[in-house]
């Protein structure tokens, strides 16, 4: 599904080297909310696209809570130097560590989209509805994987792949985020879920 995407709102794009949803400044198993963390990998050394999209949203039985608790990771495919290139935190830039904060609840990642290049002629593609879910519990850390996502993906092939990775992020994330306590952290890797038609895979 291909849109217009409109020269105003790229006002709004705002270039991060990690996700965007923000880390808290300290979190315990006092905090009356939860985190859900993880890892976005870009499997292709250059980007397709200028930026990736990836959306949540709760999947409780409250619409309302449903609806103030979405939200997305954004990554922008172009370094300071505006070229093409990624720029995450390890393994060569390729993979972004995200971090994400709200109210207890059960939540799933559910679509992504990608704009093909910045300017008034971009195009933005947007994905299928699939389910990745996840729950958030408050004064815990779950951590749901790694989302492997491959630009160059054949039809009929997985466009991202949700992987357990636990060990080697949770490494990286106490790295980046060592006011956290991640004694609360648990690998919460999701298995299974709604596959889009086949675009996502659990391995």
Same mark, same amino acid.
Not at 79 to 107: H, K, M
């Given at each position: 599904?291909?849109?217009?995407?409109?020269?105003?709102?790229?006002?709004?794009?705002?270039?991060?080297?990690?996700?965007?949803?923000?880390?808290?400044?300290?979190?315990?198993?006092?905090?009356?909310?939860?985190?859900?963390?993880?890892?976005?990998?870009?499997?292709?050394?250059?980007?397709?696209?200028?930026?990736?999209?990836?959306?949540?949203?709760?999947?409780?039985?409250?619409?309302?809570?449903?609806?103030?608790?979405?939200?997305?990771?954004?990554?922008?495919?172009?370094?300071?130097?505006? =070229?093409?290139? @990624?720029?995450?935190?390890?393994?060569? /830039?390729?993979?972004? &560590?995200? %971090?994400?904060? $709200?109210?207890?609840?059960?939540?799933?990642?559910?679509?992504?989209?990608?704009?093909?290049?910045?300017?008034?002629?971009?195009?933005?593609?947007?994905?299928?509805?699939?389910?990745?879910?996840?729950?958030?519990?408050?004064?815990?850390?779950?951590?749901?994987? =790694?989302?492997? @996502?491959?630009?160059?993906?054949?039809? /009929?092939?997985?466009? &991202?792949? %949700?992987?357990? $990775?636990?060990?080697?992020?949770?490494?990286?994330?106490?790295?980046?985020?060592?006011?956290?306590?991640?004694?609360?952290?648990?690998?919460?890797?999701?298995?299974?879920?709604?596959?889009?038609?086949?675009?996502?895979?659990?391995?």
């Amino acid at each position: 599904m291909k849109t217009l995407y409109i020269l105003s709102l790229f006002l709004l794009v705002i270039s991060c080297k990690s996700a965007s949803d923000k880390a808290p400044e300290t979190f315990t198993a006092a905090s009356e909310t939860g985190l859900a963390v993880g890892t976005i990998t870009f499997e292709n050394d250059i980007p397709k696209n200028d930026i990736y999209r990836f959306f949540y949203t709760g999947t409780t039985d409250n619409e309302k809570f449903n609806k103030q608790n979405k939200g997305k990771i954004e990554i922008k495919g172009r370094n300071a130097q505006n =070229e093409r290139d @990624f720029s995450g935190d390890f393994d060569n /830039g390729q993979t972004y &560590l995200f %971090v994400i904060e $709200r109210l207890p609840g059960t939540y799933a990642f559910n679509q992504y989209n990608y704009l093909d290049h910045i300017g008034p002629t971009g195009m933005v593609n947007a994905s299928k509805v699939f389910s990745i879910p996840f729950e958030i519990r408050k004064g815990e850390i779950a951590y749901i994987g =790694e989302f492997s @996502f491959n630009d160059l993906a054949e039809p /009929g092939n997985p466009k &991202l792949v %949700v992987y357990n $990775r636990y060990s080697r992020d949770l490494e990286e994330l106490k790295k980046k985020y060592p006011k956290l306590d991640w004694s609360l952290a648990a690998d919460k890797t999701p298995k299974s879920g709604n596959n889009g038609g086949g675009i996502i895979d659990f391995r």
